[in-house]
């Protein structure tokens, strides 16, 4: 699942790089500063990848995962706008004030 090289034997964590625009494995990873995502996180982004939305809106996620997938959508979006979005900020103003 890494995009710089193959696949490791066995299933891992690993980061993600906006600029690589995917996941990274963890030898790649190594030094780099990039957003880990652990193993059950990145078995939701498979499902996400792989089911549409009256399946995925059915979806229930821990915290922990939930904030890994936002966190890594938000620095891809501003990675490839290359500026903050206004709207992601509104939205987690919400979120924050809604709780
Ligand atoms: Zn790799």
Known sequence: MC???PPPP???DHAFSPA???LICPPCASGAELLPLALPTLKV?????GETWPTVRR???????HRQ?????HLYTTYLLE???RSAQFLREILTHSR
Do not use: M
Request: proline share 3%; glycine share 6%.
């Open 59 to 65: 979806l229930r996620l821990d915290a922990h995962t």
């Open 45 to 49: 982004w498979r499902f996400l990848l």
């Open 10 to 12: 066995e299933p891992t």
């Open 69 to 73: 997938l936002t966190t890594c959508l």
């Open 83 to 85: 500026r903050e979005l």
């Open 3 to 5: 995009a710089l090289r």
């Open 20 to 22: 690589e625009g995917g």
